[in-house]
């Protein structure tokens, strides 16, 4: 059975620097998300991506924060300079057409030093 | 987008006993759906009722709706330990885009051996 994938597993920046989470959809996913879920708290809906462009976004995604999907296969989440509020698990999702089932990958632990 | 309240917050029960969860949501839906999480992993959809339906059978998950209150129910039958996990409910709003999940608090489960 087809799965997420998100690369890498953890990270550790320091404050400031920049960081690329990738995931890798299941292949006949249409629509893409980025969630967040700091230690102990609910998972967030951060940025929602269709078409190749933004479809929706929630107030913690600001100007910090880009996605893309350079080459058809990867989905990247970039922070420009990372803070330390910043840590936190970070979840991919994918799902074939709106308002369906999001297919979540198994997450990157992002700490920020 | 709103969230889905889930009550209880806690559940602790024997194995083999029935597991009972409920949600609570505000507004219109298209579908509702249900998500299960292990602690510190991903979220896995477990279920999808759409707005029409009344009750869905998954395996050993029965989910229950009723849009004139406004609520849902999950009902695990036969539990084990392995559905030791937190339970969301994930209301899918009304209206066409690629619109993010909002999770509340969760159920969380625990199957006492």
């Known amino acids: 059975e087809p799965e997420v994938t998100q690369t890498p597993s953890h990270q550790v920046t320091q404050m400031g620097q920049e960081v690329i989470l990738r995931c890798v959809p299941i292949?006949?996913?249409?629509?893409f998300y980025w969630y967040r879920q700091i230690l102990g708290q609910k998972v967030e809906f951060l940025v929602s991506f269709y078409n190749n462009e933004i479809s929706e976004k929630s107030e913690i995604f600001d100007d910090q924060f880009s996605v893309e999907r350079p080459d058809g296969s990867n989905f990247t989440l970039k922070i420009r300079s990372t803070k330390l509020e910043d840590s936190a698990m970070y979840f991919c999702?994918?799902?074939?057409?709106?308002?369906?089932?999001?297919?979540f990958g198994p997450g990157t632990r992002l700490l920020v030093l | 987008s709103q969230q889905g309240e889930e009550d209880p917050q806690a559940l602790s029960i024997q194995e083999g006993e029935n597991a009972t969860m409920n949600c609570s949501y505000k507004?219109?839906?298209?579908?509702l759906q249900w998500y299960r999480q292990n602690s510190g992993r991903g979220l896995v959809h477990l279920i999808l009722i759409r707005s029409n339906e009344r009750e869905k059978h998954s395996g050993r998950l029965r989910v229950t709706l009723d849009t004139s209150k406004k609520s849902s129910s999950l009902l695990i039958t036969a539990s084990r330990a392995a559905d030791t996990a937190s339970y969301f409910c994930a209301p899918a709003y009304s209206g066409g885009g690629a619109d993010g999940l909002t999770f509340g608090k969760g159920t969380h489960l625990i199957i006492q051996p």
């Open positions: 999702a994918g799902e074939q057409g709106p308002k369906r089932a999001q297919y």
């Open positions: 507004t219109s839906i298209n579908n």
């Open positions: 292949s006949n996913h249409l629509y």
